[in-house]
């Protein structure tokens, strides 16, 4: 088929999410079967809203709502075949009274195969009515597509984020990685450089600290994701925000023990595998060190 040129463009999409076509997609015609379009554009919303900075659920929840699709259309131009790597785009087209229209397409390099657009119904949970689509999100939404930061880092001590760094860390290494709370709490915290990435309705979401560990060489740790935040930039914000205290508390090296899952997130960082791996709190770490 040729390029329809009412098709949407890539440049048109601030956010692209990445698949590749599995075997159980393709149908007896050697091509995606229809229906997983429908399928692409859900699993793309959800990177959507991490591309917010908006774990879905706790959000709704805090905006005593929730989202219901009342319509989707899917316009088909061309099609994907097994293993090929596409792009699926997102886009709020517009968010009225109660309902929003998100805009989808399937890309295969520049070429756009699918497009479509789904309506979503803001309501009442639980009754299933309407309701307002709330002033927080309308905006939240808006501002993304004009290309605003979706996140913060505020930098500061215990006493100014240790309550929601507390959050974060018993969320994610006690009751996620089951590590005894008596070994993630210490005294250093209390005088810490402390940082936390904030979503724009307030909710924090990654948090790490940064302390000495000896003269000239600062130590990062207790670096903390919350689980539906990981793969997008919040970690690497929290990341960033602490080398440049320590860059201004006149630090010339950084360290950290990074957990052998994190490794490429730190190579990415530009930090540097020292030593072998050791382990600590029951899991495989390993050295990492950067300088600033």
């Known amino acids: 088929m040729s390029q329809d040129r009412t098709a949407p463009t890539r440049a048109s999409f601030r956010f692209l999410d990445r698949l590749r076509v599995r075997w159980v997609e393709v149908d007896a015609q050697q091509i995606v079967f229809n ?39 899917v316009e088909y131009l061309g099609s994907a075949h ?14 009225g009274t109660s ?38 999100l309308r905006e939240l939404l808006l501002g993304f597509e004009r290309g605003e930061l979706m996140t913060e880092a505020r930098v500061g001590g215990w006493a100014a984020v240790g309550e929601d760094a507390q959050r974060i860390r018993q969320a994610v290494f006690v009751e996620e990685q089951k590590i005894p709370a008596e ?55 929290v990341l960033d925000a602490l080398m440049q205290a320590g860059r201004e508390q006149g630090y010339r090296e950084v360290l950290l023990h990074a957990q052998l899952s994190a490794e490429g997130f730190y190579t990415r960082a530009g930090f540097q595998r ?16 950067r300088s600033l």
């Open 274 to 289: 020292r030593g072998p791996v050791f382990e600590e709190a029951g899991i495989a770490h390993v050295e990492m060190v």
């Open 99 to 136: 309902s929003m229209t998100v805009a989808c397409a399937v890309f295969r390099g520049d070429e756009c195969l699918v497009h479509g657009e789904l309506i979503y119904v803001f309501a009442d949970p639980v009754a299933r009515v309407p309701k307002a689509v709330p002033e927080r």
């Open 82 to 95: 097994y293993d090929d790597l596409l792009d699926v785009g997102v886009r709020t087209e517009r968010v």
């Open 35 to 73: 229906g997983h379009y429908l399928t692409y554009f859900d699993t793309a919303v959800g990177g959507y809203w991490r591309a917010l900075a908006l774990p879905y659920a706790p959000t709704m929840t805090a905006l005593e709502g929730d989202l219901f699709v009342r319509k989707s259309t």
């Open 183 to 237: 070994m993630e709490w210490d005294a250093a915290d209390e005088s810490c450089t402390h940082a936390v990435a904030y979503n724009r309705l307030g909710r924090p979401l990654a948090t790490g600290r940064l302390l000495e560990h000896v003269p000239g060489v600062a130590k990062i740790g207790r670096m903390a994701v919350l689980s539906p935040m990981r793969g997008s930039r919040v970690g690497r914000q």
